[in-house]
């Protein structure tokens, strides 16, 4: 265990951002400090396509992840040399793109005989709290991004309950489908909260999935199927889409997707404070789906009546970055069985609840996540 300051190169490609940063901390400590952190997307490599494709990415990962670490190091004032530890993101994620930055991690760390540390991209961003506001364990997260959603009680830095999730399709995913069927570009989210402003959303009755069920699962694929089905009447009744349906069903959507999320949130606070017996409960959440304003304010107003903390890291941090690598890196350190030489596997799936069976809808190879 090393209990004193450690300067981390954190790297992240698992999706469709490359990421470097630098972060300081004590292992243990709550509280970090982002010396850097730089995010290359990639929307417009993807936005031709209305999402990400695998291939595309992972080239660009690996154009790419050599210039952002220089870049990471030279806003940071330091040096390879400066560095104590790389920490990089090994799973899960889109394989090529996973590779390519376990790759680039390990060709810096044998040279200059480094610790490397593989990371649980959802791990990174289940202890950001930790890093932007020093929170205690335990805490609850509710990460909505565009390829995951799960309530998580983050227990410690390497344990974590998984209280529940969608059974398949993830709201950002939800989000980019919507967007694309009505002809919205891409990322989809921002687009369909855009029209959303100016629709009704009482005029489209849409499905609340699973509502009816105790637990905290969800599900949205369905979502897309009714507003689909409701494009296709309207665009055999008129001949197309008039400025105020999409509008209207863009709105109809949002609201169903925050109706889902705010039901199941405040049941997982509920399991949370039976579970910890705490009274001083946070809320977090993270991924991009947590810049929607509507989602936002219910999840703000759902956390006061249950007398839960609602905390938001900065947006920059809620969606994919290095930083929560970096920080995830500095936590790992201070585990008793801390072992600077493990071997590092990429991993397409990696489940950050080792205990929870796995998700309906997860396919033959298992949970996902
Ligand atoms: O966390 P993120 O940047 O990347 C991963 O998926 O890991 O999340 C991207 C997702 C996309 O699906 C995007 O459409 C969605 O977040 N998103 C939003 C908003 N901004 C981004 N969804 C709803 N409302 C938004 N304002
Ligand atoms: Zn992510």
């Not at 540390?117 to 609850?140: K, Q, V």
């Not at 390497?158 to 967007?179: L, N, Q, S, Y």
């Not at 609602?310 to 995830?328: E, H, Q, R, Y």
């Amino acid at each position: 265990m090393i209990d004193q300051t450690v300067t981390i190169l954190g790297i992240e490609s698992s999706c469709d951002d490359t990421a470097a940063a630098i972060v300081r901390g004590v292992p243990g400590v709550g509280g970090g400090d982002i010396l850097s952190s730089v995010v290359a997307g990639q929307e417009s490599l993807h936005a031709p396509f209305g999402g990400v494709v695998p291939e595309i990415a992972a080239r660009a990962h690996a154009e790419r992840l050599d210039i952002c670490v220089q870049q990471a190091l030279d806003e940071a004032g330091v040096t390879l040399a400066d560095v104590d530890a790389i920490a990089v993101t090994s799973g899960p994620g889109l394989i090529g793109g996973v590779l390519s930055g376990v790759m680039c991690a390990k060709c810096l760390a044998a040279p200059t005989a480094k610790p490397l540390i593989g990371i649980n991209h959802l791990a990174g961003h289940a202890l950001t709290p930790r890093l932007t506001d020093g929170l205690n364990f335990p805490y609850l997260m509710l990460l909505v991004s565009g390829g995951h959603c799960q309530f998580i009680a983050v227990e410690g830095p390497d344990t974590f309950r998984r209280m529940g999730g969608t059974i398949d399709d993830a709201p950002g995913e939800a989000f980019d489908k919507t967007a694309k069927l009505l002809g919205l570009g891409y990322p989809g989210g921002p687009e369909v909260e855009r029209e959303a402003f100016s629709g009704d959303p009482s005029r489209f009755k849409f499905p609340r999935p699973l509502l009816n069920r105790k637990d905290c699962d969800m599900s949205f694929s369905g979502l897309k199927t009714a507003l689909r089905r409701e494009r296709d009447k309207l665009v055999a009744e008129h001949g197309g889409l008039k400025q105020q349906d999409r509008a209207d069903l863009c709105a109809g959507f949002q609201q169903a997707i925050a109706d889902v999320l705010t039901q199941k949130s405040r049941r997982a606070c509920a399991s949370f404070k039976e579970t910890y017996a705490t009274n001083s409960a946070t809320i977090a959440v993270a991924g991009g789906v947590a810049a929607n304003t509507l989602i936002r304010a219910q999840l703000t107003d759902m956390a006061d009546e249950q007398g839960f903390t609602f905390l938001a890291p900065p947006l920059k941090l809620c969606t994919d970055n290095a930083a929560m690598i970096a920080w995830a890196g500095i936590e790992q350190m201070a585990l008793p069985d801390f072992d600077p030489h493990a071997e590092i596997i990429a991993r397409p799936r990696w489940p950050l609840d080792k205990t929870a069976k796995p998700m309906l809808g997860s396919g033959k190879k298992g949970a996902k996540a």
